[in-house]
């Protein structure tokens, strides 16, 4: 069993269950979470599929992007009720 600092990270130095704590956060708090999600998901993989390089990181970054702003928002509510 992996111990010490960094144990149970991804490669990224990323702890992947936290990840799954911020979708299952965002669901909860997004009530269209899954529509918005797929969206911004089918974007990425048309773009893919098309071969078209630069939309699929446009939309890819756009996604990662928007997942930020939301999740700093949720943060900066949360600490506002403090």
């Keep these: 069993m992996p111990q010490g600092p960094g144990a ?3 490669r990224t130095g990323r ?7 911020l979708r299952i956060w965002r669901a909860l708090v997004k009530s269209d979470v899954l ?5 911004q998901h ?3 993989y048309t773009a ?6 630069l939309a699929a990181f ?5 996604h ?13 509510a949360v600490r506002d009720r403090r």
């Design 64 to 76: 990662v992007g928007d997942v930020e702003l939301w999740v700093r928002d949720r943060l900066d």
């Design 48 to 53: 893919l599929r098309a071969h078209h390089s």
């Design 15 to 21: 702890d992947p269950h936290r990840r799954g704590h």
């Design 42 to 44: 089918m974007d990425i």
């Design 35 to 39: 529509s918005w999600t797929q969206q």
């Design 58 to 62: 446009t939309a890819a970054s756009r």
């Design 8 to 10: 149970g990270r991804h």
